[in-house]
Structure formats: C-alpha cells, structure tokens
C-alpha cells in the first residue's frame, strides 16, 4: 500500500490536461465530514460535503466543517455538488458551501434532496436541484455521471461512477449488501459487474467496518428483537436512533402498532425528516399511531413509545436532556430506553454518560452491547471482498473512517490482487492524480478543521481550543497591579482573583510578597521602567511556578499591569 499518512509532500503540480484529480477534504481520518474535489479540464464536481460532530477536546463546538479554502476562489468552476444520501456526515456543511455561491446545483436522490433542502430552508437558501434514480445518467460539464442503487441505513443511496476522457472513478459513497433490506432496494452488483467490465480506474471505498469480519447483520434480524423488548415492557418505552434513519423508525413503527402504542417524535430534526420521509412515501406510519410529545401526559406510561435524537450522547439533544432531567419527557422505575444505533468513535464518554444518567434514574438501558438492537449501515470485511472481486478496479483508495479502517480496507483490496502500489492510503488535503490508469499522491495543499461556533464560522481555532481546555480543566487566575509610571514604584495591588480553582484566594496571600519583589527587581533596570508587557510576564512566571509546585495545576493566568 502507498502509506502517505505521516508523509508531508509539496504542493501539487500544475494539473495535466490528459489528467483527472482527486482531493479528499474530509472524511479521510475521521468517521465524518465527508467531502472530495474531482477536477478535470478546468471543472470541478464535489462529491458529498457533510460535518463532523465534535469531541470532548473541542469544547464550545458546534460542529466540524471541511476546509472550504481550496475552493472558494474558484466556485465558479463547480459543475456540481453530488449527495450519495442524506446523512448529516454527507450533506450537513452545504449550507455553509451554498453561503459562498448559493446557485451550486444539488445532485442527488429525491430523499437526499428533500432532506437537504428542509436544511436549507432554514438557512433561507432555495437551491437548484437536480433528482437522480439509479440506472440514470448525467453530463455535468466534463464529468460523465451513472448512478447505482446501493443499501444503506437511510433509503436512496447512491453510488457514483465519474467519467472523464483521463479515466474513470466509481465512489461507493456509505453502503452494505444487506440482501434482504426492509425496502426491498439492495446494492446493485450487477451495475458494480458491468462497470467493472469496462474498467474503475480508481474505486474509492467504504472503510467504516473493514475492521469486521464477515457480514454485517441484516435489518430484519432487528425487527424481532424490538418486538421481544415491546412485548414484555410493562411502562413507556424511549428509542434513541439518528434522525435520518428511516429504517429503524419504521421498526419502531410496526413493533408499537403491533403492541397497542402509540408513538411520539421527540426532537426537531426527528419531526422534520420523518415528516418528509412519510410524505415522500419513504416511511409507512399507520393510522392514528403517531401523537404529538405535548399530549403523552393523556395516555397510560403502557401505551407510550417516544422516538427522540440523541443516541450519541449529544448533550442537547432530546435523550440527553431526559437523562438530565431537563425535558418535559421524564424516565424513571420500569421505564425502558433503547439506544438504537452504532457508537460513532469519539462518543464513548458522552454517550455512556447519558447511560449511566438513566440507569440511576432507574429506567433500563437496552444497547448494541447487550441486545441485537441496532445494525450498522456499513459494509463489513466480507462483502468488501465481494465488492472487489466484482468490480476488479485498477486502483484504490480507502475512504470514510479513521486511519485504522483505511488501513484495513486497503488490506481487504491487497489480499483480492490490486497490486500494493495501487492502493493508495491518503489523509484530507493529498493531491491524488489519475493518469494512464495510474494512480499517485502528487502533493498536499493546506487542510484543516473549521470549526462552527455559535454563529461564527472558521473564528475559533486550535489555540482557542487549547485555552478552552485549560479554563475547563486547571481553572482562571487574574493578577492586577499598578505601577508609578515615572518611577515603576507599585502603588496599588498585586490583587488576585481565581475562579475554577478549589483553592480559596487566601492561598495566595502567601505568594505576594514574591511579586513584590519580582516586580521591584524587574523595574530596578531603568530600561524595563516603562515596559509593563515585561512586568505582566514577571507576575506571571512568579505564580505560574508557585501554582505548578505547591498546587500542582497549571491554571490560565491573566497579569494586568497599569500605569498611573
């Protein structure tokens, strides 16, 4: 395999004529904000542009976006952004794409789309979309477009094979091979044969489950097992899943119907998406099943199932707030919460929190841990050997998972036959080129986090994050003092204040007169009189060492110095 993870390269060369390029901007690194840059003949195609959720070590973070800047001077030359499905990690940074140039035509399936553009609409940007179906073809620009139907957890996903006269890409986009989908839709490997046939110069492929073996388990070995947990629940029921997946709404649908319940959507973007899947025809809801969360109080706790958001353990997120007691929705003795979906890697923590949150609420906690509640939406290490058997490509590139799933996915194509020099193992921002079926890493250009902060976007950045961290972890100490600005003599102060920091401010009685004497030491040299950036770092190194080795923190220090 081509490893270039740790590897820093030159920028790119000047794009050949004869060639096609491939940037990933997100998803290679990370489960999340996925995004890649096709380019040829001077045109662009994007191929998804989702978000990342943030971790523990990113506080205050709303969400991850790719790094738009290798772009943005030329969004004129985009033919098209191309959604494979409707997930957030897919589709949720195009409003702030479309927020740079808003008339960037949508492409994708009419579910993708719909979903998109309730998004948008919140925005207020009206998009131009174009819906496609499997088998259909399209020219944009250079670029030469079949889709295929492939399974995944959300129904409407698609593949996408790109077609240049420099060669051809087929992206798998997120997908399994369940062959018996509860839509009855699976991944077309026949179209995979017969494009296969004439030749995938480059496959670029889900990594997400490389790492397991064998299959992924089928949506129908789910269904039984939540009718097993609804048979014997005695009081409400609470189910916890993605907002998006249809799928495992429609079990919960069909498993209350069944038993005499009736069923509340808890959170907006559960309202909004299943409300856009039933009228699409997406989601069956049965007659008079669904309630409105306003009047569960109506209804006996045995006649009652909240569908909510939450499942990652988002801390404002419906089945949080729950587990916090900070919802009009209240779990407690006998009451039972199933967490129906795959841990996202990051989560751990916050999800297991709100576990534990509810446990001593006294509700039971159903999970992927201990009940066959949730199937992943991801093709596992078996069917990939299938993909590559079928398709035969000329070249790979592992996409969409963390470093360790890229790894094994290109190991998966390796034990298949593709040379080990054809697989090629990148990171977001590597520059790979396509060019007389060959496929190389020809350079890297700049590529980062952008974080969205409350209304800021691409504000906060590493070194905001790191002072983040500190204040939340080793707490806030100011120090104020004021200085003769003649003679440098201190009139008033020091004066310190600490918050976060358990130590009462009486502790650092015993560390002023040290800063008395740092300062009169500092202001003796007649240069330094009038430098009060110099006085400030004198106080700070003065309790910043006192801090470090009688309190063992290391605490933000804010030294204040006016002259008067």
Known sequence: MSTAFTERRNQPPKLRQDTMRVIPLGGLGDVGRNMAVIEYAGRLLVIDCGVLFPEETQPGVDLILPDFDHITDRLDDISAIVLTHGHEDHIGAVPYLLRLKPDIPLVGSQLTLAFIEAKLKEHRITPYTLAVAEGQSEQLGP??????????????????????????????????????????????????????????????????????????????????????????????????????????????????????????????????????????????????????????????????????????????AALGRIANRDHRVEVGEGDIVILASSLIPGNENSVFRVINGLLALGAEVVHKGNAKVHTSGHASAGELLYCYNIVRPKNVMPVHGEVRHLIANGRIAEATGVPHENVILARDGHVVDLRDGKATVVGEIPNGYVYVDGSSVGEISEADLKDRRILGDEGFISLFAVVNSETGALIAGPEIHARGVAEDDQVFERIKPDIVKALEQAVADQSNRRDTYQLQQVMRRVVGRYVSQRLRRRPMIIPVVIES
């Open 143 to 316: 670029f030469d477009l079949e889709f295929v139907a492939v399974n995944h957890s959300i129904p409407d996903a698609l593949a996408v094979h790109v077609s240049t006269p420099a060669g051809t890409i087929l992206h798998t986009g997120d997908f399994k091979m369940d062959q018996l989908p509860l839509d009855g839709r699976i991944t077309d490997l026949r179209a995979f044969a017969r494009l296969g046939e004439k030749g995938v110069d480059l496959f670029m492929v889900d990594s997400t489950n490389a790492e397991v073996p064998g299959f992924t388990v089928a949506e129908r070995e789910i269904g039984p097992v939540m009718d097993a947990i609804f048979a014997r629940a005695q009081q409400k029921i609470v189910v916890a899943s993605f907002s998006s997946h249809v799928h495992r709404v429609q079990q919960v649908l069909d498993a209350a119907e069944r038993h005499g319940r009736r069923v509340a959507f808890v959170g907006r973007s559960m309202v909004r998406n299943m409300g856009i899947a039933a009228e699409m025809g997406y989601l069956r809801v049965p007659p008079n099943i669904l309630v409105d969360v306003r009047k569960i109080d109506d209804l006996p706790d045995d006649r009652v199932v909240l569908m909510c958001t939450g499942s990652q353990g988002e801390p404002m």
